[in-house]
């Protein structure tokens, strides 16, 4: 079975602004810490503006102006993207961690990223779970089924 996300996550009252500027945008709370904006298809178009635009190395769904317009749309605080694939056990994580409009963490591996990107927003594994199932990112295999019933 494959495992496959797209998604922003921060602090709620940091992602609400991407949900009123981009139709697009659905916030998913994780915890009462952190939500998640799952990064679709539709979305991607209308952040880029149905535009050929410039990926950023090593991600499938951030561009040039993705960044742009999110982290000017955050303006201050801490925001996160992350791209996880995985298949038969076997995969990769990338992330990209802006603070104040400036990119403070970016990395790309098998395991470990999304968890670094998690403990930024104070998440803590426990002792049977890691930050990743802390949060529930372990709920949907797929990005879009985290739109499932969000309206």
Known sequence: M??????????????EPVTTRFKNAKLIPLT????????????FNEINDYRV???IDGYEYLTTDIESEI????NIGLIAYIEVEYFGGTGVQNGIL??????IFEHS?????????LQQFGITRSKS?????TVGLNR????????????
């Open 109 to 117: 591996g098998t395991k470990a990223v999304v968890n670094s990107i």
């Open 53 to 55: 635009n410039n990926n």
């Open 71 to 74: 982290i000017e749309t955050i």
């Open 129 to 133: 779970r890691d930050e990743f199932e």
């Open 98 to 103: 802006w603070k104040n409009k400036k990119r």
């Open 140 to 151: 949907h295999r797929y990005t879009e089924d985290w739109l499932v019933g969000v309206n």
């Open 32 to 43: 009462e810490q952190i939500a998640l904006i799952p990064m679709t298809d539709d979305l």
């Open 2 to 15: 494959g495992y496959n996300l797209k998604a922003f996550i921060g602090q709620v009252e940091r992602l």
